[in-house]
């Protein structure tokens, strides 16, 4: 099985300003990894996710996320934030192996300040 | 846009009562998932399918059940709510190992 651990549980920041949402992962296997956005009252929409290839990916609405293996990492990055980016941040991992289960992070509250 | 739905959004209901929260799907998925959330916290898996006629308990405990004899509809039962069941509850779906899942829009349910 695997677990998923974000660093942070509150991150706030001025618009304008860059921000990196920390995750890291930890398993036995390869997991395949997601970086998901929880507004107000509303379900999670994926951002964006990594299979395999470039451990670089690009998502929706600006964000980028590099997947470190030698970390264990899965940051997540947009180099100039908006206000409407003020929701809520979850990574989440499954392992590429049988019939796992997704697993979540405890999330990153990501607070825009105008 | 994904092609989940639930209902009932929002469902306030006195305790003692028996409810069920629907979820259903038209993209075929054979994973489909329950999850509880507390306003502004974590996702808690409580149940979750592989397919059609099987089920298995998630991470946290729940007094809840679910049924799974149809692919695309996963209900979730409470047979009697107590206020500590108070929650979000968000059902989720997918193919399997490499796809995203898929979120509905939650159901927040009260119990007074």
């Known amino acids: 099985a695997q677990s998923v651990t974000q660093l942070d549980s509150q991150v706030p920041v001025f618009e304008e300003a860059p921000v990196e949402l920390r995750c890291n992962y930890s398993?036995?296997?390869?997991?395949?990894l997601f970086w998901y956005v929880q507004y107000p009252n509303q379900g999670l929409q994926l951002l964006l996710k990594?299979?395999?290839?470039?451990?670089l990916v690009k998502g929706i609405n600006g964000f980028e996320a590099e997947f470190n293996k030698s970390q264990t990492s899965f940051h997540l990055r947009k180099p100039s934030v908006h206000i409407s980016d003020t929701a809520e941040y979850f990574c989440?991992?499954?392992?590429?192996?049988?019939?796992?289960?997704?697993?979540f992070g405890t999330g990153t509250r990501l607070t825009i300040i105008p | 846009e994904a092609d989940i739905y639930q209902t009932p959004r929002y469902l306030v209901i006195g305790t003692g009562k028996k409810i069920t929260l629907e979820c259903s799907q038209t993209?075929?998925?054979?994973?489909m998932y329950w999850y509880q959330q507390d306003p502004g916290m974590e996702l808690h898996l409580i149940h979750y399918?592989?397919?059609?006629?099987s089920t298995e308990k998630g991470d946290l405990s729940s007094e809840s059940t679910v049924s799974r004899i149809r692919t695309e509809h996963f209900p979730l039962t409470l047979e009697s709510a107590r206020p500590s069941h108070t929650s979000q509850y968000l059902c989720?779906?997918?193919w399997g190992p490499g796809s995203e899942a898929f979120f509905g829009q939650g159901t927040r349910l009260t119990v007074v």
């Open positions: 989720a779906s997918s």
């Open positions: 993209m075929g998925h054979d994973k």
């Open positions: 399918s592989y397919g059609v006629n």
């Open positions: 398993s036995s296997v390869s997991v395949y």
């Open positions: 990594y299979l395999s290839g470039s451990t």
């Open positions: 989440a991992a499954i392992s590429n192996f049988g019939n796992e289960k997704l697993t």
